[in-house]
């Protein structure tokens, strides 16, 4: 079974942490998870087949003429950001 | 008289012959929607306003509800989550705005599972909801207050979002209509993303022909959504009635070949196979057909894979900086951490570290790529059949709505279930119906249809006929005497 | 001693009406957080929408950069949390490049060079974040600004070298119009690694990157200081080991950033909100079409074609428009090192004595073929055409027109200055029996001339005339 640490370093990535029950859950799941990615990898010739990543496709799809305005300014910013400066989001300081 | 629990026609009808006055209507769906509030929590928020719109459209005046992961500017939405519990959008999504012009009234952002990322409305951060047909169960997600609240006679209709079966899962259990069309039909623009190459937004209605009103609005090309489709200049309310003599249906074998200790899972496909004769019975054709169990069981996986990946990328944006929680920490890393800790909780989490797992460079070949690879031939395999069918259809769900059981949220160890062919349409962009067909212990019963990409006007079209044959059209649980 | 590899990976911001991905405004606001879009701030539910200019630009740097140009337009998301980064992914491209496998020939100090070009990307500017002692400040106006990378190959082998890189892909861009790339404005920054070798090494020595490094003279100084820790690392038989370090420009040294094992994993995977894109082979040819002759072609042409000499091809080249105007100098007729002595000696003198630029000025190169007809056909003198110009310029005026304004053409018609001969001769009726009575007044006289004409007749044609009428006499 993955170890707890391992997920736990996965979570740090991602910006969070779960409590040590939740890690005993997620680590279980991650069985059965590869588990049932094995069927996946029982199917014959995948590595012949194009990955899917668009449900199908998609013609006649066209850039965008660039012609700027803006969409949203400052009040907007202010509804959510909690701290502004100088108009600016004023956040703690940002460490390596 | 109420009037909100009839159909839109009816409700247009009564509009315009000045039987009730919109803003009648508005009071009618608060008091509803407060009135049931308690019991089934449809809502996270209940407007107490709306704007009246000069408009020609069927759904003037008409009320409705939208799940609470749709843009809507200065209407809070918090996708059910901690982490955006006071997040008021400052943009309108391209589906609220086409709805906000045709003067269909909002009344509320409805419940769902927390992100959109759950089968059980029971994870969002304001409470459970309950199935309008017996409290003690679950109505099924993500799309749950959606659901409900067309199912109690709130609204006539709510817009939804479905990723592997959000909308079509909870319609089933509530015993109303949902159906999502073709991907790119509704613009995406301003729905909170679950899984990109899979959600679609789609609607909750009490018959076929509700649904495809409301369709007729919202759908169209749109700029700001590059997976958009070009418009198909059809309104789909319009055909519903088309002969369907000689279309072609077929349903899979092997989901249908269940264990015999399941009583209620055969008394569901002794239904089905009811219907099936109704069907052959009005011009369709309905073949059996057979597809190799290895697709069919390696649909969850494949779905649990692509969504998990897709949606740790999407979900990245919620750290707290610029809009949702600011805890207060010496250094933004410690800021971010802290706010996305406390703000999504245990299953979102579980999800994401699997999603990002799965992206590992030492792994996203194996496993994502894999995965992206039997999409590829599963939908391929169906398409193909599309090319002789119209259409297939087969019973939506596998049960009626199950009891609450906290064990719904995990992974589950069985490799196949009649509803992972729900998945199928997401994978493949297919318009997806699904509607009651039957009651069994007293719960609604649905059934699925689903038709090739692009085809949702002969998809409506065949529904509605089918519909009409099964007798189960506006079935209704809802407490009428508010 | 060492051989040095260097491998430069170059972001500029394309010169766009609109952002990569949003319509917010592509400009250099002084108001904070004004050219903005839902988009930019990465709110909930937003989807990009790729900006046709922004292809199109990379897709001309590709093609000028000679790289081969995928058949599809696709963009993938690169993962990883950073407060500027307000998606908390980058749209970008990292398996389908717009342009891969190229190359720019470079001149250096005494010699040319190929430098392989891995590829050139297009993908989106962060949010910009003010460092203060206790807290941060974002700015978003930059996030979502379209950004080409260009990733050259480990093929550079020493500052120098990397410099003339650069020096020449910003001229490029420059030629190409399609960044203003100023490093004062944070428009033109780089990403350096180094590594070094022994001469008879086979393989690459353990590569270190530095980025951000914001001008090309940091990047100068940078990889010298790099060559010089790893250098000091070999020569104790130590191990350089792979790692990102920073450039501190002040102290002129490099400090760690992040080991190898601390590396990040991006994550990357297809943007699933970008259908991809067929690049038609018709907007490819249009496209094509646009780019001019660049630095070197230019350079190749003058110094073969104009037999000029490299020191003035470079000058002519440094700026386009400077050389468009030689070659439309060349191309109205006048002689190539005419042509460049005029343009790159005087005209050029006065321009950067001015901060002026070329296209400035009002002077066409026909205006200056006209003047230098006249001043070969002795119309005007040397003085005088520079007298002329130096005015034109100041003024910003048709020389010709000046002539004519300023009545300073030289008068060459034999009847006229016969006339005015004839005028001068009856007002001193003396001079003309001085002369005849062998009196040494003849030069007086035709001072006489020069002073009544302000010095504008031609002085040879004048002498012979004079020397005519005064016989007639």
Redesign the interface.
Known sequence: MIKKEK?QE??K???????DE?YE??AK??E??TK??D?????DN??Q??????????E???????????????E??K?????L???????????? | MQYLNLTIDDIRKALDNKEVTSDELFNEAIKKANYYQKDYNSFVTILDNYEKVESNSILNGVCYALKDNISTKKILTTASSNILK???P??DATVYKKLKESGAVLVGKTVMDELAMGGSGTTGHTGIVRNPWDITRQIGGSSAGSAAAVALGIVPFAIGSDTGDSIRKPASYSGVVGFKPT??RISRYGLFPFAS??DHLGCFTRCVKDAAYVIDVIKGHD?KD??S??DDNKEYSKSLDNDIKGRKLFYIKEALECDDNNSELKEIINNFKQTIEKCRSIGFEVDEISIDN??L??L???Y??ISCAEA?SNNANL?G????P?PL?????????KA??TG?S?LI??R???G??ILQKENQE??F?????????I?DTINKLFDKYDGYIMPSMSSIAVKFDEKEN??S?K?FAIEHLLLIA?????PSISFPCGIVNNMPISINMTSG?KNDELLLNMAYKVEEVLGYKGINRGDDNV | MYKAVIGLEVHVELK???KNF?????GNSQ?????????D?GYPGILP???????KKSLKVALALNCKIPEYLIFDRKNY?Y?DLPKGYQITQLHHPIGTDGYLMINTKDTVKKVLIHDTHLEEDTAN???LS???????NRAGIPLLETVTEPCLNSSDEAIAFLEALRSLFLYCSVADARSDLGQIRCDVNVSLMRENDKELGTRVEMKGVNSFAAVKSAIECEIRRQTEILDRGGEVLQETRRYDEVADETYL??SKVDAI?YKYY?E?NI???KIEKEFIEAVKKEIPLLQYERINNYTNNYNLTKVEALTLVKEKELSDYFDEMVKVGIEPKIACNWLAGFILGYLNKNYLSIIDIKITPKMLKDLIELLDGGKISIKQMKEVLTKALKENKDPNILIKELNISQITDDEEIKNIVNEVLDENLNLVSDYKAGKRVFDFIIGQIMKKTKGRVNPAMTSKILKEELEKR
């Open positions: 997920l996965y979570a990535k991602l910006m969070f942490d779960m409590k939740e859950t997620l799941e991650f059965i998870i049932k990615m069927i996946i990898g029982e199917i995948l590595d087949i194009q990955p899917m990543t668009f449900p199908f496709p998609l006649n799809v066209s850039l965008r003429e660039d012609v700027a305005s803006n969409t949203i300014n400052i907007d910013i509804v959510n950001a909690k701290e400066e100088n108009d600016q989001v004023k956040i703690p300081k940002v460490v390596e | 006071d997040y008021v400052v943009y991907y790119g190459s899979l700029d590059m997976t489709l070009n290895k697709l069981e390696a969850y996986p494949t649990m894979v740790t750290t900086i610029s809009f949702g600011r920490e010496k250094n933004v890393n410690d800021l971010i951490f996305r800790t999504f245990e989490k579980r994401f570290i699997l990002s797992y194996k496993l790529l894999n995965a992206c690879r039997v999409r590829r031939l939908v995990q992974v160890n490799n997401n994978f493949g962009g297919m990409a | 766009t009406a609109s949003s319509t917010a405004v592509n108001t904070h957080n004004s050219n903005i879009s839902e988009i701030l929408t790729v900006n046709k200019e922004a292809v949390f407060p974040i003010e460092h206790n807290y941060s400040l974002i700015d978003y950033m992040r994993d297809i699933p259908p991809p894109i």
